[in-house]
Structures are given as structure tokens and as C-alpha cells.
């Protein structure tokens, strides 16, 4: 089960940190990814770390703004979220698979979901 938390309402240009929690599994043995969905648009891949933690990837529309790292001792992996824009409002999920990719598809385990609402 993945529990994801931090989202919440924060001005244009402000940082906001996401975590996702695992429990009844070990979270390091899986791929972590983070995904997003706006009303009335599909999901959307955000970014994505290996087991490790030594690969990252981000979709364009994030990169150099947003951070994904992990915890694995804390089975916790996290989305530091800065220099926010209105365009990145939405609920953003948290999944972990055993694959290595941005596709939704293969994740096999997700979060609730956590809102990030960004007002301009």
C-alpha cells in the first residue's frame, strides 16, 4: 500500500514536497514514479527513480524544477516541487512497479492521490 501526502494550495513560484510512503512492502525493490492527472486530461507522467535511487528521469515539462529522491530506509520516496506554476495543478500519484519506465501501465501499485493546487 502507498500512502502519498504533501500536496496542498501554494502561490505561483513557490515549493511544495510530496512523499510516498510504502508499507506492507519493501518500497527498494521497486521502481518509483510519480504521475499527475488534471481535470480533464489524461495522466501524465511527472518523473521516476530506479531502486537505487542512482537513475532519474523527468517529463520535459518539469525538469529542472522538480527533484524525485527516496528514502529507502524510510521506505518513503519523495517530489520536491519547486518554482510552481498554475499549469502544475492536479492530483499527482505516487506508483511503484518493477519495471523501469514513465508508462502507467506498468506500475502495478498506487497512491490515494494528493491535491497540488498552484494559484497565480
Known amino acids: 500500500q502507498l500512502q502519498a501526502s504533501g500536496g496542498g494550495l501554494v502561490q505561483a513560484g513557490g515549493s511544495l514536497r510530496l512523499s510516498c510512503a510504502a508499507s506492507g512492502r519493501t518500497f527498494s525493490t521497486y521502481t518509483g514514479g510519480w504521475f499527475r492527472q488534471a481535470p480533464g486530461k489524461e495522466r501524465e507522467f511527472v518523473g521516476r527513480?530506479?531502486?537505487?535511487?542512482?537513475?532519474?528521469n523527468y517529463a520535459d515539462s518539469v525538469k529542472g524544477r522538480f527533484t524525485i529522491s527516496r528514502d529507502n530506509a524510510k521506505n518513503t520516496v519523495y517530489l520536491q516541487m519547486s518554482s510552481l506554476k498554475p499549469e502544475d495543478t492536479a492530483l499527482y500519484y505516487c506508483?511503484?512497479?518493477?519495471?523501469?519506465?514513465?508508462?502507467?501501465?506498468?506500475?502495478?501499485?498506487w497512491g490515494q492521490g494528493t491535491q497540488v493546487t498552484v494559484s497565480s
Open positions: 527513480i530506479n531502486r537505487s535511487g542512482s537513475i532519474k
Open positions: 506508483a511503484a512497479g518493477t519495471a523501469y519506465t514513465s508508462q502507467p501501465r506498468e506500475y502495478t501499485y
